[in-house]
């Protein structure tokens, strides 16, 4: 049984990745994810892989694009501000079927916002992040722990399906310590890449990696494939966990260090008296539908908590259609919620009952 | 002796417009590639602008990137497949606008890749706005009254520019209006190439090519334009070649 050691959630979002067998990072500093660049520059050398700091987001993501279409395991790392500068390559990444695995250490925005922790990339995450019809899956962990068992999983899902795949954490889970366990025995499988741009050394017809189609009838086909990939991606690996919901009146709803904050209000609750649960989410995309639906039997109330303004929230809407009340709380601009404040929101949700 | 169509081409035709440098250049390459035996272990990065569909037309695997990234998805292939030979082909717009970050970084890190510029002082692909080699007094759709340096700027050199850097192998200015200047475009791609099979560094060949399309000059015009107005600008030449020092890698 390997043993328990104290990783900070940045460190060990990079040490999962070289384990997942990713040798190629792109990375440019910025606060609060510069951790994962310092502790790939240390490591790649040593396990043979390549460390190259660029000169932008822009083209660390372009160089991830690349290496993964050349068939490596590739990924980059920044924060809101360098993400939004990283979604040209990530529409590009999508629109040419490569996979990629990048991570958001979230912190404030709009704009230069602020370093300290914020969960306002959500729909950038799950709507938007770059032009054009594309989806991109999102993993959300809540503990450091979680943090590389996802970084695995997100490599191999990027690979099965051919896409980006977001590591969508914060600066509070980036930036805290915890005691993990990382197993390097496990076995890593590294699919081939048959279509990658590596040479055809005369062996077979040339490949192109390429998101252009210039007649529509056949980007739209294009486009309808991938979407019917996308379906049948919510149908497999739609994740959450579920805490106390079986009888749950009022469940909350949340992902990330807003939903470790919101378990120990749900604990608060039940010590009151109130039947509280919580979901708490591991995939954004596909957002866990079929959970929030299979609960509505019990609830009287949806009370989603944030650190932002209320982004997610709308998913849980549209999944409820007005059939439950749908609340939101939150805190925003590097404000983390507290415990009090939440189990204070159940309460009244419970007083209007 | 027969005048064939090199291997490391397609065999699509070409959708350039007549006059237009691309398909000469496009056959340079390809024979370099021939001539070097190394169309199996070459990668080929199309950047935005009319040679988007050059994926198209080289035998060897290829992908298309971002407007402007070319050189930064060229790093990422060449930095997985050291040994492969890997290929950029870019506008002046995609290489000297967008795309200067990443090929002023690429050339300082010395990166072991090869970069055909084509500078034709216009936007091709969007209908002949100004591009960054766009000459003073050049008549364009976005400076219909001519390139004012007052208000627009002079014209970038890049091969000047790139020659200053320490990660740069070979810098070198040619032209394909006619058949010696044709031949020695040719000597300057292959060399390039023979570079990077070295592992001497970043090399890159800017190519002063036509657009009589986006110009509004007839064809022979046009190279009469280019021999009369870029060449006195863009003159012609090696700007740096580390071709007598040691292998840098």
Known sequence: MPEKVLMKGNEALAEAAIMAGCRYFFGYPITPQTEVAMHMSKRMPKVGGVYLQAESEVAAINMVLGASAAGARAMTSSSSPGISLKSEGLSYIAGSDVPAVIANVQRAGPGLGGIQPSQADYFQATRAAGHGDFKMLVLAPSTVQEIIDLVADAFALGDEYRMPVMILSDGLLGQMMEPVVIDETKKINIPERPWAISGHENKRKHNVVNSLYIEPPDLEAILKARYEKYELIKKKEQRCEEYMTDDAEIVVVAYGASARISRSAVDAARKDGIKAGLIRLITLWPYPDDAIISRMATAKAFLCVEMSMGQMVDDVRLIVGGKRDVRFFGRTGGMIPTPAEVLREIKNIKGGF | ?249
């Open chain 2, 1 to 249: 002796m027969k005048f064939e169509r090199p291997h490391a081409l397609t065999d699509a035709q070409f959708h350039y417009c007549p006059g237009c440098s691309h398909g000469i250049v496009h056959r340079l390459v390809a024979e370099a590639i021939d001539e070097l035996g190394v169309e199996g272990r070459t990668a080929g990065v199309a950047s935005v602008g009319c040679s988007v569909f050059a994926y198209n037309y080289f035998n060897c695997d290829m992908i298309q990137s971002p407007h402007g990234r070319a050189q930064a998805v060229a790093t990422g292939i060449k930095r997985v497949h050291p040994e492969n030979i890997v290929f950029t082909y870019q506008g002046d717009g995609d290489l000297a606008a967008i795309g200067t970050a990443e090929t002023v970084h690429a050339a300082t890190r010395g990166e072991n890749i090869t970069v055909i510029f084509i500078n034709n002082a216009i936007y091709g692909m969007t209908g002949g706005q100004m591009a960054p080699t766009t000459l003073p007094g050049q008549i364009t759709q976005t400076t219909p009254y001519g390139r004012s340096v007052k208000d627009a700027g002079h014209p970038i050199r890049v091969c000047e520019m790139l020659s200053t850097l320490d990660g740069v192998a070979l810098a070198q200015r040619v032209s394909v209006d006619s058949v010696k200047n044709v031949k020695q475009a040719k000597n300057a791609i292959r060399k390039a190439f023979e570079y990077q099979i070295e592992g001497r560094g970043y090399t890159i060949v800017e190519v002063l090519s036509t657009c009589p399309t986006n110009w509004g000059l007839s064809i022979q015009d046009s190279l009469e334009w280019l021999r009369n107005n870029m060449m006195p600008y863009y003159p012609l030449g090696v700007y740096k070649d580390t071709g007598g020092k040691e292998a840098v890698k």
